[in-house]
């Protein structure tokens, strides 16, 4: 009796644990998703596109900016901009019932579009966030209540960049981390409990891209993508390993960097390319290599905005024609050669996230479009119009995909019937 009551326990512990796990799993935390790559391990999603469509589940007013929309412990965050100040945002993320909300910052006004631009970071309770003018933030994510925020482009003596401050912050560890841009602080991380300043690497602009904690070269690393150069970073101490130029047309480095069997990808619109780059450790540090690179008008992947994703050797990504111009080609390429596989031409701007082994993709007409995830051929399964113009990839967490725009925050459920 004794053995078997020890067994239950036991069996009931590892179920609250494997359900623990699974409901992190489930959460959409950060820019990008759980592991910063735009991919989800949900599955039992759509297969098959409905009749009517996947269901509408609720739509709100939502705010000015680009910030993506972040999902944990129930809630979804984001940034707005409303009424001369730019807002953290916080709904039940099944209701849509509010939380709360809390003002971080002044408006921020650009040429390229008004509001924030980075995705909120949510860890161990906090919201970490970065607006348009550089302002970095720490928020209770039970009351939003601020806890710590620094202008941190201003007190560093950096420039804002162009386009806005567009990183989304990083928690690694006890720190959180950002692009700055400053004088020998290109790249800097901060307390996550205290906000006090705790590292700062590196010089050169800040670009436009987002940092991410990568297994390459052998050891995890920090790799920043700044405006003219890709760092390899210790995450403890800002200690930089490894540098690569990488100079574009204004400075529009903007897609995060992802790890492809320990080597590091980086990938620029503007006609610029993408590169494949091998870390061979030498001491301390590394050296580096290119294992393959696909540059200027006739490369076969010009990210602009938007992260490709990595699914089983090969990447999925929108290949942007020329400057800033309309045309884009959606497009699968080989991760290990750079060879392309296939290519759906004049797909349009968009971005994406990947679940289940398909692509789910918002387009900049405010479309969803459902392709599955496959080298072979593209294959569709349906598209749909769900919001307005729009830039942000969408966010999934727990069978629902959501969706931004200027003006509304949008929920499907696209969980298999």
Known sequence: MLYRSLRLLVCAAACLLNCHSLAVAADWPQFLGPNRNGISQEKNLLGSWPTDGPKEVWRIEGGVGMSALTISDGRLVTLVQRSGKQFVLAIDAKTSKPAWQTAVAPAYKNQMGDGPRGAPAISNGRVFVFTGQGV????????????????????????IADYGMACSPLVVGNSVVVTSGAPNAAVVAYDVESGKLAWQAGDGPAGYSSPALLKVGGREQLVAYTGDAVLGLNPKTGAILWRHPYVTNYECNIATPLAIQGNVFISSGENHGSVLLALKPEGDKFTVEEVWASQGPRSVLRNEWQTSILLDGYLYGFDNVGGAGPISHLTCVNAET?????????????????????????????????????????KEIGRTTVIGSTRQAPALANGLLYFRDNSEIVCLDVSRP
Do not use: C
């Open 136 to 159: 970095l933030a720490a928020l209770s994510l039970k009351d939003g209540k601020v806890l710590w925020s620094h202008d941190v482009v201003k007190e560093l003596r950096g420039r």
């Open 338 to 378: 750079g060879e392309r596989a296939w290519q759906k031409t004049r797909f349009g701007k968009g971005n994406m996230i990947a679940a289940d082994d398909k692509l789910f993709i918002s387009t900049m007409k405010g479309e969803f479009v459902l392709v599955e995830a496959t080298p072979d051929a593209y």
